[in-house]
């Protein structure tokens, strides 16, 4: 089912890892954003295929709704994703990963 808007978030982060940016970004669709902003790993995901793509300020954006969402996995945001990589030494990334940080620390069931 190519034309599946999860297909096209798939197809999307391959191109982005081949460096094929505009390849990537045209199948971030409306459909696209409007599906995937309902699920925390979609949603990472989504942060991942931009910050792979160089676009930092939409990374972040995403990045901040995964926390407002409650997506709080400090030590893969913070470290072990390497697709966020390109991003981690924006100082807007360390401002919002020490927010994940906080929540992650203080996190009660």
């Known amino acids: 089912m190519p034309e599946h808007v999860w297909?096209?978030?798939?197809?999307?982060?391959?191109?982005?890892?081949?460096?094929?940016?505009?390849e990537s970004l045209n199948l971030i669709t409306?459909?696209?954003?409007?599906?995937?902003r309902k699920d925390a790993s979609a949603i990472l995901?989504?942060?991942?295929?931009?910050a792979m793509n160089g676009?930092?300020?939409e990374a972040l954006k995403w990045l901040g709704y995964c926390l407002d969402i409650g997506c709080i996995n400090y030590p893969?945001?913070?470290?072990?994703?390497?697709?966020?990589?390109s991003i981690r030494g924006d100082p807007?990334?360390?401002?919002?990963i020490e927010r994940v940080k906080?929540?992650?620390?203080?996190?009660e069931v």
Do not use: C
């Open 102 to 107: 906080y929540e992650w620390e203080h996190f």
């Open 45 to 50: 995901f989504l942060a991942s295929i931009y």
């Open 7 to 22: 297909a096209h978030g798939v197809l999307s982060f391959y191109y982005a890892m081949h460096g094929q940016k505009p």
């Open 92 to 96: 807007r990334f360390q401002n919002l």
């Open 55 to 57: 676009e930092t300020d």
């Open 30 to 36: 409306d459909a696209v954003l409007s599906i995937y």
């Open 76 to 85: 893969f945001q913070s470290r072990l994703d390497p697709y966020l990589e």
